[in-house]
């Protein structure tokens, strides 16, 4: 990692480089002289993490920008050629609605088509799901997504693929930053024009065929298709936000290929906007982002609030209450209701195999994990990031040991069916409509059957905390709370017995190491606190178990309180 005067010397390097653009070269000496905002920018080179490359947009080796994306497509090219071994490679890319992503897409399509890597390129923005699917469909090489997910307006992000269709997990990841590291110079990026990638058959438009495949197989996990277009679909209200993303069109026909055609779309969310100017953060984890969507509930009498985040991997819900308000569902609860749903309805059909799995992250709740045993379905734990469910699954499909049912964490991905190696917001958006059509036709709400699994399971209550901490200062922080808490374990926690400590910097369980540690109690709760992969925070997860709600609620807020004071002196 950089000191000051490293970055000092890295920032003078790109004044003086005769690749960067003279716009880019203003932008730098408007901070001359400014030791935090150069140190900011250039103290480091932006890092693969749990969702790729992914930073704010501006000029800097700790940026994104057209020069870090070109350097880091050039290192997936040589990598993709390397495996490739002399035979045709191809790559499938994608973007969301961000600031500059279209450019990115373009600009890295041009450094693949330039090394000889043919590049499919989707036109518009199009979900991260899709490009995941696409990937598999196309027998390419690997893929690329820009995206920055649900993180504010001023980020933007890189997330690369690998031939199954899985974002690259930690050994490919290593390979890629490597070839990217000797990548030395920005006058080693290969580019070619638009028009020669084109007349050479490097560079290749996808649309409306791609586009009717997926929704075609996404259509196709539906359980109760025939039951929503016999008339439920009709009468069942869903209102909906794509948060200005890229779900707006996808979500919209595979709800109504399923039968749903009662659905409303909030106008003033429907359209791409990079500075998501309507919300706060574009994130379907927060109340907030769904107020249009509640307020236009209320209008229409909708049964079901849902959204999803700028590139369409994470789906939010929001449900009546028994008092009739309307509740966003965690994506805990959320998982547990959908294992639940996605499990009877295999059951109910005869079609529950009898090697099947759920698989969740080390932070997700037990409660699907519970529900899942019940049906006599194994669960397996991974760590933070789909693609370690995406990778499980392609070892399922090799080995045939594991027949792959759903997958899901807790921060609002999931994934039912084997089509794609990433979360995906459309189908998790069919699945959570079509429970809940099929539960209101028995007279339900989500919430009620949510109340009727806690009767059965126990009160499962998670919570999480995050710190953001930037820059170099607010990096050493993070590592001084976790190194404080690894080489500090407390015996207890108000009062109950700390009785496991997991570290997982070692590797635990079967799975890589990484810097997590989890703290079980004995009454069966348990935290856990973690480094954010993506963003410059520290989360913290909470969760416990209880007979009743308000136990619940009050022994989660005590376990919050306690854990939270150590970590906020410490930062």
């Not at 760590?383 to 040991?401: A, C, P, S």
């Not at 059965?456 to 995050?466: F, K, M, P, R, T």
């Not at 989360?539 to 906020?568: H, I, N, P």
Request: overall charge negative.
């Amino acid at each position: 990692m950089a000191n000051a005067n490293t970055a000092e010397a890295r920032y003078q390097a790109w004044l003086n480089d005769p690749i960067i653009d003279e716009a880019t070269k203003e932008e730098l000496r408007a901070i001359a002289g400014s030791e935090k905002e150069i140190t900011d920018r250039f103290y480091r080179d932006l890092e693969f993490g749990t969702g790729g490359l992914r930073g704010v947009m501006g000029a800097g080796t700790n940026r994104l920008n057209a020069y870090t994306v070109g350097k880091a497509t050039q290192g997936l090219a040589n990598w993709v050629l390397a495996r490739a071994a002399g035979k045709p490679a191809s790559v499938v890319i994608a973007h969301d609605s961000r600031n500059n992503s279209p450019e990115f897409a373009l600009d890295s399509a041009l450094v693949l088509a330039a090394n000889g890597v043919k590049t499919y390129l989707f036109p518009s923005l199009r979900p991260t799901p899709q490009l995941s699917y696409t990937v598999r469909s196309l027998g390419a090489s690997g893929g690329v997504v820009i995206t920055a997910s649900h993180n504010p307006p001023e980020y933007n992000g890189y997330k690369a693929y690998g031939p199954d269709g899985c974002q690259l997990i930690p050994e490919d990841a290593e390979e890629v930053i490597a070839a990217i590291q000797q990548v030395t110079g920005f006058d080693q990026i290969k580019r070619m024009t638009r028009e020669e990638a084109e007349a050479k058959g490097l560079l290749v438009w996808l649309g409306e065929e791609a586009d009717e495949e997926y929704a075609s197989v996404v259509a196709s996990q539906s359980f109760n298709s025939e039951l929503l277009k016999s008339g439920l679909g009709a009468k069942f209200s869903v209102v909906y936000t794509p948060l200005h993303g890229t779900g707006n069109l996808p979500v919209r026909r595979v709800l109504e290929k399923a039968g749903f055609t009662n659905v409303h779309i909030v106008k003033e969310q429907e359209q791409p906007d990079g500075y998501f100017s309507t919300v706060k953060s574009p994130n379907p984890e927060e109340r907030e982002a769904f107020t249009l969507a509640i307020e236009l509930a209320k209008k229409v009498g909708a049964d079901l609030i849902i959204g999803t985040d700028p590139d369409a991997d994470r789906m939010g819900a929001v449900v009546k209450n028994g008092a009739g308000e309307y509740v966003v569902l965690t994506g805990n609860q959320s998982g547990a209701i959908m294992v639940h749903y996605v499990l009877s309805q295999l059951k109910e059909r005869g079609k529950l195999p009898a090697n099947g799995v759920v698989v969740k992250t080390i932070v997700t709740s037990e409660m699907g994990a519970d529900i899942a045993r019940s049906y006599g379905v194994e669960v397996e734990n991974t760590l933070t990031g789909f693609k370690y469910i995406g990778e499980k699954m392609t070892r399922y499909e090799q080995t045939g040991e594991r027949s792959f049912l759903f997958g899901y964490e807790e921060s609002y991905g999931y994934l039912t069916g084997t089509y794609a190696r990433d979360k995906d917001a459309i189908v998790a958006s069919l699945l959570i409509s079509e429970a809940a059509a099929y539960y209101s036709s028995q007279g339900k709400t989500l919430y009620d059957v949510l109340m009727e699994l806690y009767g059965q399971y126990g009160v499962y209550l998670e919570g999480l905390e995050s710190r953001t901490l930037k820059g170099l200062d607010g990096v050493q922080k993070i590592q001084g709370i976790m190194q404080d808490w690894r080489d500090n374990p407390p015996a207890d926690i108000n009062g109950v017995q700390v009785e496991r400590v997991l570290d997982y910097s070692g590797g635990l369980e079967g799975l890589r190491p990484e810097n997590v540690l989890k703290y079980i109690l004995a009454d069966g709760s348990w935290f856990c606190l973690r480094p954010s992969g993506t963003e410059p925070k520290i989360k913290v997860y909470f969760a416990v178990r209880g007979s009743s709600t308000d136990e619940a609620g009050a022994a989660l807020d005590a376990l919050r309180k306690t854990v939270m004071e150590r970590v906020d002196a410490l930062a």
